[in-house]
Protein backbone atom coordinates (compact mmCIF):
# COMPACT_ATOMS: atom_id res chain seq x y z
CA UNK A 1 0.00 0.00 0.00
CA UNK A 2 1.38 3.36 -1.21
CA UNK A 3 1.94 6.09 1.88
CA UNK A 4 -0.59 8.49 0.45
CA UNK A 5 -3.15 6.10 0.56
CA UNK A 6 -2.02 4.91 4.16
CA UNK A 7 -2.40 7.91 5.53
CA UNK A 8 -5.72 8.71 3.45
CA UNK A 9 -7.29 5.27 5.06
CA UNK A 10 -5.36 6.74 8.63
CA UNK A 11 -7.71 9.67 8.23
CA UNK A 12 -10.73 8.32 8.07
CA UNK A 13 -10.09 5.92 10.90
CA UNK A 14 -9.39 8.88 12.79
CA UNK A 15 -12.43 10.37 11.61
CA UNK A 16 -14.42 7.48 12.81
CA UNK A 17 -12.43 7.27 16.31
CA UNK A 18 -11.35 3.08 15.47
CA UNK A 19 -8.02 1.30 14.66
CA UNK A 20 -7.26 -0.57 11.77
CA UNK A 21 -9.26 -4.01 12.23
CA UNK A 22 -7.17 -7.14 13.03
CA UNK A 23 -7.41 -11.04 13.51
CA UNK A 24 -10.93 -12.39 12.73
CA UNK A 25 -12.50 -9.10 11.98
CA UNK A 26 -9.63 -8.29 9.00
CA UNK A 27 -9.84 -11.68 7.83
CA UNK A 28 -13.60 -11.59 7.27
CA UNK A 29 -13.51 -8.16 5.74
CA UNK A 30 -10.88 -9.64 3.19
CA UNK A 31 -12.74 -13.13 2.46
CA UNK A 32 -15.95 -10.21 1.50
CA UNK A 33 -13.83 -8.42 -0.40
CA UNK A 34 -12.79 -11.28 -2.12
CA UNK A 35 -15.48 -12.60 -3.02
CA UNK A 36 -18.49 -10.23 -2.98
CA UNK A 37 -22.35 -11.29 -2.69
CA UNK A 38 -24.37 -10.97 -5.76
CA UNK A 39 -27.33 -7.78 -5.83
CA UNK A 40 -30.76 -9.01 -6.82
CA UNK A 41 -30.43 -9.71 -10.69
CA UNK A 42 -32.86 -9.29 -12.77
CA UNK A 43 -34.82 -12.20 -13.82
CA UNK A 44 -34.35 -11.52 -18.04
CA UNK A 45 -30.79 -11.56 -17.06
CA UNK A 46 -30.84 -15.04 -15.65
CA UNK A 47 -31.13 -16.83 -18.94
CA UNK A 48 -29.03 -18.70 -21.26
CA UNK A 49 -25.95 -17.56 -22.38
CA UNK A 50 -27.38 -17.83 -26.41
CA UNK A 51 -30.33 -15.73 -25.58
CA UNK A 52 -28.14 -13.45 -23.18
CA UNK A 53 -26.55 -12.63 -26.61
CA UNK A 54 -29.50 -12.30 -28.20
CA UNK A 55 -31.08 -9.82 -25.11
CA UNK A 56 -27.69 -7.73 -25.30
CA UNK A 57 -28.26 -6.97 -28.97
CA UNK A 58 -32.07 -6.10 -28.43
CA UNK A 59 -31.17 -3.69 -25.34
CA UNK A 60 -28.11 -2.10 -27.29
CA UNK A 61 -30.70 -1.44 -30.27
CA UNK A 62 -33.58 0.21 -28.30
CA UNK A 63 -31.01 2.53 -27.36
CA UNK A 64 -29.78 3.63 -30.72
CA UNK A 65 -26.40 1.40 -31.08
CA UNK A 66 -26.16 -0.73 -34.32
CA UNK A 67 -24.99 -4.28 -33.82
CA UNK A 68 -23.59 -6.33 -36.82
CA UNK A 69 -22.98 -9.82 -35.82
CA UNK A 70 -20.24 -11.96 -37.60
CA UNK A 71 -18.49 -15.62 -37.57
CA UNK A 72 -15.20 -14.65 -37.31
CA UNK A 73 -12.45 -12.28 -36.31
CA UNK A 74 -11.56 -12.42 -40.14
CA UNK A 75 -14.58 -11.09 -40.57
CA UNK A 76 -14.53 -7.64 -38.76
CA UNK A 77 -13.05 -5.65 -41.44
CA UNK A 78 -15.38 -6.03 -43.84
CA UNK A 79 -18.15 -5.47 -41.21
CA UNK A 80 -16.47 -1.95 -40.57
CA UNK A 81 -16.06 -1.31 -44.02
CA UNK A 82 -19.38 -1.86 -45.25
CA UNK A 83 -21.08 -0.12 -41.93
CA UNK A 84 -18.68 3.10 -42.85
CA UNK A 85 -19.86 2.69 -46.23
CA UNK A 86 -23.73 3.04 -46.13
CA UNK A 87 -23.24 6.19 -43.42
CA UNK A 88 -20.91 7.97 -45.95
CA UNK A 89 -18.49 7.73 -43.18
CA UNK A 90 -14.35 8.38 -43.20
CA UNK A 91 -12.80 5.28 -43.38
CA UNK A 92 -9.58 6.81 -41.67
CA UNK A 93 -9.56 5.08 -38.12
CA UNK A 94 -7.65 5.82 -34.84
CA UNK A 95 -7.53 2.13 -32.75
CA UNK A 96 -6.52 0.68 -30.04
CA UNK A 97 -3.30 -0.78 -30.09
CA UNK A 98 -4.56 -4.18 -28.71
CA UNK A 99 -3.13 -7.42 -29.73
CA UNK A 100 -6.24 -9.00 -30.53
CA UNK A 101 -7.38 -6.17 -33.08
CA UNK A 102 -4.04 -6.15 -34.63
CA UNK A 103 -4.41 -9.99 -35.39
CA UNK A 104 -7.02 -9.03 -37.62
CA UNK A 105 -6.87 -9.81 -41.34
CA UNK A 106 -7.25 -5.73 -41.96
CA UNK A 107 -5.26 -6.10 -45.24
CA UNK A 108 -8.75 -6.89 -46.64
CA UNK A 109 -9.63 -3.78 -46.83
CA UNK A 110 -7.09 -1.82 -48.07
CA UNK A 111 -8.92 1.18 -48.12
CA UNK A 112 -9.52 1.62 -44.33
CA UNK A 113 -6.65 3.53 -43.07
CA UNK A 114 -5.50 2.19 -39.76
CA UNK A 115 -3.75 4.35 -37.07
CA UNK A 116 -2.84 3.17 -33.47
CA UNK A 117 -2.82 5.16 -30.26
CA UNK A 118 -4.41 7.69 -28.12
CA UNK A 119 -7.54 9.81 -30.30
CA UNK A 120 -7.21 12.82 -30.71
CA UNK A 121 -9.51 15.89 -31.45
CA UNK A 122 -9.13 15.50 -35.49
CA UNK A 123 -10.13 11.66 -35.30
CA UNK A 124 -13.79 10.88 -36.71
CA UNK A 125 -13.93 7.05 -36.03
CA UNK A 126 -12.61 5.34 -33.14
CA UNK A 127 -12.25 1.51 -33.11
CA UNK A 128 -12.16 -0.23 -29.72
CA UNK A 129 -12.33 -3.82 -28.16
CA UNK A 130 -14.86 -4.41 -25.05
CA UNK A 131 -13.75 -5.83 -22.27
CA UNK A 132 -17.71 -7.34 -21.53
CA UNK A 133 -21.12 -6.91 -23.24
CA UNK A 134 -23.84 -6.49 -20.51
CA UNK A 135 -27.02 -8.16 -21.70
CA UNK A 136 -29.68 -6.97 -18.94
CA UNK A 137 -28.78 -2.92 -20.68
CA UNK A 138 -27.35 -3.73 -23.66
CA UNK A 139 -23.80 -2.22 -22.09
CA UNK A 140 -20.27 -2.20 -22.96
CA UNK A 141 -17.67 -2.47 -20.60
CA UNK A 142 -14.19 -0.98 -21.46
CA UNK A 143 -11.46 -1.35 -19.35
CA UNK A 144 -8.83 1.31 -20.04
CA UNK A 145 -4.91 0.19 -20.31
CA UNK A 146 -1.72 0.98 -22.56
CA UNK A 147 -3.49 -1.30 -25.02
CA UNK A 148 -6.98 0.19 -24.97
CA UNK A 149 -6.54 4.38 -24.59
CA UNK A 150 -9.77 5.42 -23.13
CA UNK A 151 -9.59 9.02 -25.57
CA UNK A 152 -11.17 6.40 -27.97
CA UNK A 153 -14.14 5.42 -26.78
CA UNK A 154 -15.20 9.29 -26.41
CA UNK A 155 -13.56 11.60 -28.75
CA UNK A 156 -14.21 10.40 -31.95
CA UNK A 157 -17.91 11.20 -33.34
CA UNK A 158 -18.21 7.36 -34.24
CA UNK A 159 -17.45 4.26 -31.99
CA UNK A 160 -16.72 1.04 -33.40
CA UNK A 161 -16.45 -1.65 -30.78
CA UNK A 162 -15.36 -5.51 -31.16
CA UNK A 163 -17.36 -7.81 -28.56
CA UNK A 164 -16.93 -11.36 -29.03
CA UNK A 165 -19.81 -13.25 -28.09
CA UNK A 166 -17.74 -15.11 -25.64
CA UNK A 167 -17.55 -12.16 -23.72
CA UNK A 168 -21.35 -11.20 -23.11
CA UNK A 169 -23.21 -11.96 -19.60
CA UNK A 170 -25.75 -11.16 -18.17
CA UNK A 171 -25.84 -9.05 -15.48
CA UNK A 172 -23.19 -5.88 -13.87
CA UNK A 173 -21.99 -8.51 -11.19
CA UNK A 174 -20.89 -10.97 -13.77
CA UNK A 175 -18.72 -8.59 -15.67
CA UNK A 176 -17.06 -7.27 -12.40
CA UNK A 177 -16.62 -10.76 -11.59
CA UNK A 178 -14.98 -11.46 -14.71
CA UNK A 179 -12.63 -8.35 -14.59
CA UNK A 180 -11.57 -9.23 -10.92
CA UNK A 181 -10.64 -12.21 -12.48
CA UNK A 182 -8.63 -10.73 -15.12
CA UNK A 183 -6.68 -8.64 -13.40
CA UNK A 184 -5.02 -12.02 -11.64
CA UNK A 185 -3.80 -13.47 -15.28
CA UNK A 186 -0.50 -13.39 -15.96
CA UNK A 187 -0.86 -12.28 -19.41
CA UNK A 188 0.27 -8.79 -18.72
CA UNK A 189 -3.67 -7.19 -18.13
CA UNK A 190 -4.28 -5.67 -14.62
CA UNK A 191 -7.03 -3.73 -12.50
CA UNK A 192 -7.37 -0.86 -15.01
CA UNK A 193 -7.45 2.33 -13.69
CA UNK A 194 -10.90 3.36 -15.24
CA UNK A 195 -13.60 0.98 -16.25
CA UNK A 196 -16.05 3.02 -18.71
CA UNK A 197 -19.69 1.57 -18.65
CA UNK A 198 -21.13 2.52 -22.06
CA UNK A 199 -25.07 2.20 -23.14
CA UNK A 200 -25.74 3.87 -26.22
CA UNK A 201 -24.75 6.76 -27.82
CA UNK A 202 -23.35 9.50 -25.86
CA UNK A 203 -27.04 11.98 -25.36
CA UNK A 204 -28.48 14.68 -23.47
CA UNK A 205 -32.18 15.66 -23.12
CA UNK A 206 -30.82 18.54 -20.81
CA UNK A 207 -31.08 21.29 -23.53
CA UNK A 208 -35.31 21.90 -23.73
CA UNK A 209 -36.22 18.64 -23.31
CA UNK A 210 -34.76 17.93 -26.52
CA UNK A 211 -33.08 15.12 -27.02
CA UNK A 212 -29.75 15.64 -28.68
CA UNK A 213 -26.84 12.54 -29.69
CA UNK A 214 -23.56 13.56 -29.26
CA UNK A 215 -23.17 15.92 -26.53
CA UNK A 216 -20.59 14.43 -24.18
CA UNK A 217 -19.62 11.76 -26.73
CA UNK A 218 -19.90 9.53 -29.87
CA UNK A 219 -23.04 10.25 -32.16
CA UNK A 220 -22.53 7.15 -33.05
CA UNK A 221 -21.90 3.40 -31.54
CA UNK A 222 -21.81 0.71 -33.92
CA UNK A 223 -20.90 -2.84 -32.32
CA UNK A 224 -19.21 -5.86 -34.38
CA UNK A 225 -20.76 -9.08 -32.54
CA UNK A 226 -17.94 -12.25 -33.33
CA UNK A 227 -19.63 -15.22 -32.56
CA UNK A 228 -16.66 -17.60 -31.44
CA UNK A 229 -18.60 -20.07 -29.45
CA UNK A 230 -19.28 -23.45 -30.99
CA UNK A 231 -23.11 -24.15 -31.66
Do not use: C
Not at 111 to 118: D, E, M, Q
Not at 132 to 151: D, K, N, V, W, Y
Not at 212 to 230: M, T
Request: net charge positive; aromatic share 4%; proline share 8%.
Amino acid sequence: MSEAREKILRGIRRSLGRGPRLGEERAALQARLASPRPNLIPKRARLPHAEQVVLFQAMAEKLDATVARVSSLAEVPDAVAEYLAARNLPTTIRMSPDPELDAIPWDRRPLLTLHRGRAAPEDLVGLTPAFAGIAETGTLMFASGAARPATINFMPDTHIAVLRSSQVVGDYETAFARLRAAAGREDGLFMPRTVNLVTGPSRTGDIEQTLILGAHGPRRLHVVLVDDEAH
